[in-house]
């Protein structure tokens, strides 16, 4: 299965600014996908990323508040923009099975918002 | 829509003792089921993976779960707890048409194992 290298691994931000996250594989995928994961609560999908063209958001979910990039095959970041306390939480990546084995997960970035 | 049912937030065994985790699907195409592990402070890792092959997967580290139609269930089991189990676990379906449609996540058990 793909290897997936997200950073930064964990983050403390000041309300107002933003971060980029990043995720690297080390395979070329069509499709990735962008989770958050609120503090004590399950995954929720925020968008599907295609190479060469626009996300696909979740309901609740804004391109002005979370862009997403994805320059090429086996690279994607996600911004947090405008961040308030409330987008605190851990936010995964992950891609489709490739070999007919299972989504794989990055690490994660733990961010906390002050 | 597909979505996915974990009973209990919490679950609590000794060790050496059977761990049940219990999950609940519902899907209106024949499902790909998962369940996933998250230790503290970590990503997911994927434990085992149901694709309508044999109805009883093994997993790592000693887990394995049992589809059963009749009952859209996908429980997961390990004989023997270990201190190690103690995690957060997610059981989740993804639809097998259509290609690489998205997965959908339980609100997840955590495994509280007491020595």
């Known amino acids: 299965s793909a290897v997936i290298s997200q950073k930064p691994s964990r983050d403390i931000c000041q309300r107002g600014t933003s971060l980029t996250i990043q995720c690297q594989v080390d395979?070329?995928?069509?499709?990735m996908f962008w989770y958050r994961q609120q503090p004590g609560q399950s995954l929720t999908l925020i968008a599907t990323?295609?190479?060469?063209?626009?996300?696909?958001?979740e309901s609740g979910f804004v391109i002005d508040k979370f862009p997403i990039s994805r320059p090429n095959l086996t690279f994607s970041t996600l911004t947090v923009s405008n961040m308030s306390p409330e987008d605190s939480s851990i936010y995964l990546c992950?891609?489709?099975?490739?070999?007919?084995?299972?989504?794989?997960f990055g690490s994660g970035t733990r961010l906390t918002v002050v | 829509a597909q979505s996915v049912t974990q009973l209990g937030s919490h679950v609590s065994v000794s060790e050496g003792a059977l761990v049940l985790l219990r999950c609940n699907y519902s899907s209106s195409v024949p499902p790909y089921l998962f369940w996933y592990v998250q230790y503290p402070n970590q990503g997911l890792q994927l434990l085992l993976k149901?694709?309508?092959?044999?109805?009883l997967v093994k997993g790592i580290n000693g887990f394995e779960a049992e589809f059963k139609k009749s009952e859209t269930s996908f429980h997961l089991t390990k004989p023997s707890a270990h201190m190690s189990d103690a995690a957060e676990y997610f059981c989740?379906?993804?639809?097998?048409?259509?290609?690489?449609?998205?997965?959908?996540f339980g609100t997840g058990t955590k495994l509280q194992v007491i020595p």
């Open positions: 395979s070329q995928v069509t499709m």
């Open positions: 989740a379906v993804s639809g097998k048409s259509g290609g690489y449609q998205k997965v959908t």
């Open positions: 149901y694709t309508s092959a044999a109805t």
């Open positions: 992950s891609v489709p099975p490739a070999n007919n084995y299972g989504y794989t």
């Open positions: 990323a295609n190479q060469g063209s626009e996300a696909t958001y």
